[in-house]
């Protein structure tokens, strides 16, 4: 992260420089520095409406709910997790606050899952299988309402903020489906190399 | 295609009438929790501000010095051959890396093409589809002193790469070029 910031303002800085537009520096930094704020005000509105209805799902037990539904989709998700373990519990979770776009809940649910997945591990740096499909679940993240983007969308005075909703659900479907078999797919190899 | 449109249309009220009415039938203070909820918001959209300032004023002088424009002139061809709108490229670069970084490109690319072009609704999915692949793997493996991540870091990328191809076809498919 550290090189990619010296490096977007370094070779601006540069190239400025040298095709004789330095004046072009300053006036980037100003209006930059300016959108930064201005962006991050306009999504008030958005996230904080966005928290308080999640607020209310949380507390209507919508997590759990849904985590009944999943719970056939995670034991073949994770063969390696006996399904009465809390490891299997808190997987489902992170699965389910995720699916609802709770991601300020999403991520202890996931990190407690790590913890109880690091008990059944056994090699302390290493990871096990059922911490990649897990890894491959999140930074996937299946996005149902992209509420930040609905938000950003409106400030830049969109036509329809939400119109987006449609080819996110289809991206993120077929990037999720990705995840999970080139999961499966590493996982035979890793697998089929060490021979454990 | 219409399909897809009437589900745009109706995910958002569908959503917020099924937790009203959940959160109604199982008793909970529904108008308390939602200002519980909100308050959390403005701390979140706060924590924001600087980091949104440091990659929004890196992005906007690297466009306004002319840099990012002669990156394009030489990709263009290339990703021109595959099919790729190369005005699209650095966000799908960045956005396994940074969250915010990838926010400010989507911003920048709102203010010169608009909300409602097929790079503005492009940009919407791409970023909206998926989590910061980078991120995530950083916060979960270090939470329990994992250090080799084995084929996690692949698997990640490798899906970051199907989301772009897939936001670029869905929005193709959905709106027309």
Known sequence: ?196 | MNVVATVSAFALPVTLATILVVGLVRRVPLYESFVEGAKEGFGTSVNLIPHLIAMMVAVSVFRSSGALGFLMGVLHPLLNRLHFPSELLPLALLRPISGSGSLALVTDLFKHFGTDSFLGRAASTMQGSTDTTLYVLTVYFGSVGIRDPRYAVKVGLLSDLVSVIASVWAVTWMFGK
């Open chain 1, 1 to 196: 992260m550290n090189v990619i910031w010296f490096a977007l303002f370094m070779i601006g800085i540069v190239v400025a420089a040298a095709t004789g537009r330095i004046e072009t520096v300053t006036e980037g930094v100003l209006n930059g520095a300016k959108d930064g704020v201005l962006v991050s005000f306009g999504l008030i509105s958005v996230i904080a409406f966005w928290l308080g209805m999640m607020k209310i799902a949380e507390q209507a037990g919508l997590v759990q709910s849904l985590a009944k539904l999943l719970r056939p989709l995670a034991r073949w998700l994770y063969p390696s997790v006996p399904s009465n373990h809390p490891a299997m519990g808190s997987l489902i979770a992170n699965m389910s606050a995720n699916i609802l776009g709770l991601g300020n809940a999403a991520t202890p649910l996931g990190l407690k899952a790590m913890r109880e997945l690091q008990s059944l591990n056994g090699y302390r740096d290493t990871a096990s299988t059922a911490m990649c499909t897990l890894l491959a679940m999140n930074t996937a993240s299946l996005t149902v309402i992209p509420a930040t983007m609905i938000g950003l969308r409106m400030e830049f005075h969109s036509r329809a903020p939400a119109e987006i909703v449609g080819s996110t659900l289809l991206a993120t479907l077929v990037a999720t489906t990705a995840a999970i078999v080139l999961d499966r797919f590493f996982r035979r190899r890793s697998i089929g190399k060490t021979g454990a």
